[in-house]
Structure formats: C-alpha cells, structure tokens
C-alpha cells in the first residue's frame, strides 16, 4: 500500500503510521510532466518499444563538485520534488503534445502506457533537505521503472540544482557576515525571472538569511517581510512646505503635537549649535528633510531612511538624527539608517560615533545603538573585507550576487543509472571524477571522537552497516592509496525514504521551512572549522566500503574494453 495522500489528486491512498500530511503541487505551476528534456519521451518511447519500459531501475542524484571554491554544500529542493511526484500524471493535453512532438511513426498504443503513468511505483530515498552534504554522495536514490524515473530526471536534477547552489551561497554569506548580523535578501528585481526570484528567497532564507524583500514569497512561504526605502521617495521632495498633515499622536499618552516639523527643524537647529556634531555638517538638503520627515510621520514606531541620497555626513545622518530625535520627544523609538553607496565601513564607523555623540550630548539611552543597515553589490568578498576593516554594521541588505550566484552560476547535478534489474550498472569515463559509483547504496555520516563528521562512506544496500565503536575500513572510491580505518562514535544513515512507492515504508514527513532553515543552521554549526574556512578549506572525505571498492574496480574492469597496440 503507497503511503501518499495526494491533495486534489486523483489518488487518495491512506497515509501509513502516525505521519498524516497533505502533499501539495508544486509552488509553480510550471512544474509539470512536460518539465523536462525530449529526449526522456524518446528513450521511454524506445523503452516500451523494446517491452523494457518496466524494468526496475536505480538512480542516483549526486554532484561532483562542491561550489563556490569550498568544501560543502547544502542540500535543498527535495520539497519540491516531493510535490512532482505526489501529482505527477500527464493530461491528455500533454498527451496530445508529446503526440505531435515525436514522430508519427510512435506507435498510438505508447500514449496510452503514458495515460496510465503516475508516481505510485516510485520510490525515493533521499538525504535530509537542508542537510550539509560532498561530492558522490547520492543525494537522492531514485527506483522505479525507468522509462518512468528517466522522464523524472531532468524535473528533479533541475529542481536540486539551484536550490543548492543559492542555499549554500546564502550560507556562505551568513557564514563571513558573522551570526550576530541581520541578513536581508534583496535579491528580486535583478534574479533570473520569477521562479529564480521567488526560489532565492525561499533558499536563502532557508540556508540562514533572517527576511527578505519579496512579498509573494513572504505569503507563499511565510518567510519574515523587512524593506527600507528607496532614493526615489527621498528625490521626491522638493521642499518642507510639501507637508501639510503635520500632527503625531503622543506614542504612550493621548497628547498630540501638533507641529510634527516644527520639532524637527528645532532639533536640527540643536544639533547644528552642538559643539561636537556642529562641525561636521551646517546646511542639510531640505528636501531629503522633508522625505524623513514625512516618512516619520508615515511610520513613527519603524522610522528607518536611506540616507546617501545627497550626502551621508553632511546631510542623510543630521536630517535622520532631527526626525529620530523629534520621534524620541513624543515616545517613539527610530530603527535606524541604510547606507547604499560609497565606503561601507568607513560611513558606518562615522555613523556610530555620530549616533553615539547625540546619546552621550542630549542624553538620549540607547541612540548610539541605532541600527545600521548596508547595502550595495555586497557579495562574499566585500563582507569578508569590511569585517577585516572592522565596521559598525549590524544588517545587510544582499542582492544580485547571492540570487544570481554570480560567483558560480550552476551546480552540476547529474543522475546516473546505478542498478537496473539488480545489475548493477557503471559509466565509465576518461575523467576519473566523471566514473558513477554503481549498485544501489546506503549511505552512512560517522562522527568522531569530538562530535564532528569525520567522513560519507557509501555500501552495498545489503552490506551491514557500520556500527558505534566497531572499526571500519573507509576507501577512496578511485584512489587505491587512500584508505583510513574509523571508529565511529555516532553512525547516521543518510538516505531516508521521503516517497515509499509501493514499498510498505513509512514516509518521512516534509517539515516546513524554518525546521529546514534549523536544521541547515545546526549541521552547518557542527562542521569541524577548517572544512568551512574560504581560503582552502579542507576537503571532507567520502569513501565507500572495502566490498563495493573491490566491486567498483571489478565493474571496471569488465566494462572497460582492452586495447590492443598495434
Ligand atoms: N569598505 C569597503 N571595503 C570593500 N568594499 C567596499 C567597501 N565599501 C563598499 N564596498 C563595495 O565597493 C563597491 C562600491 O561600488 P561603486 O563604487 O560602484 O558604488 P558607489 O559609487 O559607492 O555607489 P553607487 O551604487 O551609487 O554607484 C560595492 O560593491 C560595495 O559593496
Ligand atoms: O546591490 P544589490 O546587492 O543588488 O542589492 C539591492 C540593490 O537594489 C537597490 O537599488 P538598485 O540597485 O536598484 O539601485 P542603485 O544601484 O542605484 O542602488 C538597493 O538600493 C540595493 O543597492
Ligand atoms: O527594502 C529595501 O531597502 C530594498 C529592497 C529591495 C532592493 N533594495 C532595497
Ligand atoms: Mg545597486
């Protein structure tokens, strides 16, 4: 009996065990059957040509590479996967597409096997989404009947492959910015179309950014909302004498100043005259005053302005600290600055010193600690550089090179045939790092001494696993040299099943985001340090068992063809 329980599909089959839960559609609605390369429709059409369409088949989805010059990676997407598969059926639309895609030679009764195809018979193990995860280790096993999991796998591979990619660069950004830091993701106008836009926020909120900019993701994956303001709404002013609503309401008394401006203008007046700040700026932009003003009579408990629209010391700070003050008069406290050009640092040391002055001079508690929020084509390295100049920002606000991952634009995900009627099956290639790992495996994390991952180590699906305390020997996949003994202390097994197919295993739940984001904010806290440093980091090891080594390189060998010198 399949454990799915389909929302509005045509399947209502009863969920197995304490796990009851509703798998929804995919989030975009892009993702349907036809999400996916011909050639997967010409292979299934030869398939069952050959009568081989049912043939049980394992995949595995792996990459071989970890991004962004490091040594780690996180997995995400499998989600959305599970929600391809909990719906997948073909319409007879589609149906009728494919028919006019492939030649008219395809034999009519082939669309009628398509008519009755679904996921029932699949079954998916998979590694925890938001889990850290290397190179060769299958991410997720993938069994089926393989014109089935074949039309799966370009869906799947392009589902996993960004996800990861953003997710791990948004750890790599919280991982340089520090844990005390607000990361915001302000990536929407410059991503790669809606779904790269509405994915971003999703990953990079999962792989450790605390809010985003983007609404739609906000309601679709309720992900905390957080924005500024933009230089256009200060440029929008012209002058003071714009502002015709003038009075605030006392925040804890029913008294209402009726001249809002008024006290603004009077602070600015004070702030000028004050021997520590008066030196630093004398006329301000009125119209950037205006804007501030009016913003804070807009927002009084969430005063927040950008203040590099005409200049950042002379102007944006002292009209910013006239509005803050005049808010702090009636109760209300100001949430602070953002910085959107010039020296980062720099400003934002100014900044502070300038916020702490008015503290200490007027006697206001906890000025000084105003926010700061930086932003402007920050990236990995610019964190990393401002950190090592030391500053006094406290959020930032990341666009195009987290969503777009200019550093890295793609991860390469591939899916590879292991198994195919429990033959196991190898590709081989000149590129060593190119030859699959065969067999249908199980896949096992062991920890050391000191609580840390020490190594993957991938078996035969019917070897016994490792064991607490008991020696394992661990391989190189290739490298005949590289071999080290273990005593693991803690033996995770990897590979969960999130869709049993027919199997009577019981499903893994699908936890919502902010467990996922948990559990990628965990794993990657309990990495042993020197695998997460930017500057060459240590490669994590992955290994397979002394049996599937031998079988690996027994494969090998038969399927390798001898040359003959001539
Ligand atoms: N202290 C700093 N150290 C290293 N990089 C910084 C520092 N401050 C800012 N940056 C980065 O330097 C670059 C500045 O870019 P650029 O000179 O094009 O912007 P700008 O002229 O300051 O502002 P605008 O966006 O208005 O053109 C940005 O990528 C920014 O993140
Ligand atoms: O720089 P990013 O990391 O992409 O962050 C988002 C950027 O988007 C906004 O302005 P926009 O870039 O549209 O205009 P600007 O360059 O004039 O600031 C914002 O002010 C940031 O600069
Ligand atoms: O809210 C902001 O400040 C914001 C949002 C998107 C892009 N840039 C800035
Ligand atoms: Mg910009």
């Not at 502070?352 to 930086?374: D, H, L, S």
Request: one cysteine or more; glycine letters at 8%; hydrophobic letters at 40%.
């Amino acid at each position: 009996m399949a454990s799915a329980v389909v929302a509005n599909g045509k399947k209502k089959l009863e969920q197995r065990g304490p796990k009851i839960g509703v798998i929804s559609g995919p989030t975009n609605p892009m993702v349907t059957p036809l999400l996916t390369d011909l050639y997967q429709f010409t292979m299934a059409y030869a398939y069952w040509k050959a009568g081989k369409h049912n043939e049980r088949a394992v995949f595995d989805l792996y990459f071989r590479k970890n991004p962004f010059g490091g040594e780690y990676t996180i997995f995400a997407g499998l989600e959305e996967c599970i929600k391809l598969i909990a719906h997948y059926k073909l319409t007879e639309e589609e149906i009728a597409f494919i028919r006019k895609s492939l030649p008219p030679s395809c034999e009519d009764a082939f669309y009628n096997y398509l008519r009755g195809i679904d996921c029932s018979d699949v079954e998916i193990f998979s590694i925890p989404e938001g889990s850290v995860v290397f190179p060769k280790v299958p991410l997720m096993r993938i069994e089926g009947s393989i014109a089935v999991v074949q039309l799966l796998e370009t869906a799947l591979v392009n589902l996993i492959n960004y996800a990861s990619l953003v997710t791990t660069n948004a750890a790599r950004h919280r991982f340089v910015a520090g844990k005390s830091k607000l990361l915001l993701e302000f990536g929407l106008r410059r991503a790669q179309g809606p779904d790269g836009g509405i994915s971003a926020s999703k990953y990079c909120y999962m792989g450790g950014f605390d809010a985003t900019s983007n609404v739609a993701a906000g309601k679709l994956f309720g992900i905390p909302l957080r924005g500024t303001h933009s230089h256009a709404f200060v440029s929008s002013f012209m002058s003071l004498d714009e502002i015709t609503e003038r009075s605030l309401k006392h925040l804890d008394s029913p008294k209402v100043c009726k001249d809002f401006v008024c006290v603004v203008k009077t602070w600015l007046t004070k702030l000028k005259r004050s021997r520590l700040l008066g030196g630093i700026f004398s006329e301000t932009n009125q119209s950037e005053l205006a804007a501030f003003a009016l913003y804070g009579l807009a927002f009084p408990g969430g005063f927040l302005a950008l203040v590099d629209t005409y200049d950042v010391m002379r102007s944006g700070v002292p009209n910013f600290c006239a509005v803050a003050l005049a808010l702090n008069d009636l109760g209300y406290r100001a949430v602070g600055i953002r910085l959107d050009s010039g020296d980062l640092a720099y400003q934002s040391c100014e900044a502070r010193k300038f916020f702490q002055t008015i503290e200490e001079e007027f006697g206001v508690p906890g000025f000084g600690k105003m926010n700061i929020t930086a932003s402007n084509d920050l990236n990995e390295e610019t964190l990393d550089a401002l950190k090592k100049q030391g500053h006094e920002v406290d959020s930032f606000g990341i666009g195009t090179h987290l969503v777009t991952c200019y550093a890295q634009p793609a991860l390469g995900v591939v899916f590879k045939l292991v198994e195919i009627n429990n033959q196991p099956r190898i590709k081989l290639s000149e590129d060593v790092t190119k030859v699959s790992i065969p067999c249908k495996k199980r896949c096992f994390r062991l920890y050391g001494k000191e609580g840390y991952p020490l190594v993957d180590i991938m078996t035969g699906e019917n070897e016994p696993p490792p064991k607490v305390g008991e020696r394992i020997l661990c391989r190189h996949p290739f490298s005949e040299s590289k071999r080290a003994y273990v005593v693991p202390q803690r033996v995770e097994e990897l590979l969960k099943c999130f869709w049993p197919g027919s199997s009577e295993k019981i499903r893994e739940d699908l936890p919502p985001l902010k467990e996922i984001r948990e559990r990628c904010i965990e794993q990657l806290e309990q990495m042993r340090p020197d695998h997460m440093r930017r500057l060459n980091p240590t490669p994590y090891k992955v290994s397979v068992s002394a049996k599937l080594y031998d079988f690996i390189h027994f494969l090998w060998l038969n399927e390798a063809p001898v040359g003959e010198l001539q």
